[in-house]
């Protein structure tokens, strides 16, 4: 079975501008979450979506946000780039038939705000 | 709030050598999920693996073992027989139930060298 996958895996952006970044989780898996992981660090949480409804949002701008569609797809905007977006962007699903709630990674997209 | 602390930057060891990564967590929620993703240099974070908080038994996965002791809020990772392949990073996550739903909280990450 194919896993989480991603795209672009790069991308090179200017201040100011706007990015789309896509998810497309494991099949059968219903929930896909998106992070941040910024040179140096852990990835930190920016959403989680299920059955195309956000259940959840970390600390990030309003300039972030997200959707899921009815193939349980899902897409990150990000508007306004600044300098500091800067980061890989990993996208993770989980099957919510498994009790440890497990998530498994897509390859990440790298993102690069010049 | 939830916390997970890694304290080495970075370890190295010999080939077929075993070694030790080391995770303490903090919470106070009863019931949680401790997990190691390996990250090599192309980004992917791949799932080792889980532990949870009523598991009676260290959970093991192949050349994988983790070292749960409970009261010390400790988790490690023991990698046996290390391979030149086992080169990455390695974060330690816990699952953090929070509004309705999970999320993980990641520590700093510690970067293993394995030579040959």
């Known amino acids: 079975d194919a896993g989480v996958t991603q795209s672009p895996t790069h991308l090179i952006k200017t201040r100011g501008q706007h990015v789309t970044l896509r998810c497309s989780p494991i099949?059968?898996?219903?929930?896909v979450s998106w992070y941040q992981q910024v040179l140096g660090q852990g990835p930190q949480f920016i959403f989680q979506?299920?059955?195309?409804?956000?259940?959840g949002r970390g600390n990030f701008p309003d300039r972030f946000s997200a959707r899921q569609f009815p193939n349980y797809s899902s897409e990150l905007n990000v508007n306004a780039l600044l300098l500091g977006d800067s980061a890989l962007y990993l996208c993770a699903s989980t099957s919510t038939l498994e009790s440890t709630d497990t998530q498994y990674f897509g390859p990440g997209t790298r993102l690069t705000v010049l | 709030a939830q916390k997970i602390t890694q304290t080495q930057p970075g370890m190295f060891v010999q080939e077929k050598e075993a070694v030790t990564l080391d995770c303490t967590y903090d919470t106070s929620d009863p019931s949680y999920g401790l997990f190691w993703y390996k990250q090599p240099s192309s980004g992917e974070m791949i799932f080792l693996i889980y532990q949870g908080s009523y598991d009676q038994q260290n959970a093991t996965e192949g050349r994988y073992s983790l070292n749960f002791q409970k009261a010390r809020k400790s988790a490690n990772l023991v990698i046996s027989a290390s391979q030149l392949g086992d080169s990455a990073m390695y974060f330690c996550a816990m699952r953090e139930f929070s509004g309705g739903y999970n999320k993980l909280i990641f520590g700093a990450g510690t970067r293993l060298a394995v030579h040959p």
């Open positions: 979506y299920y059955e195309k409804e956000e259940r």
């Open positions: 099949s059968g898996h219903k929930s």
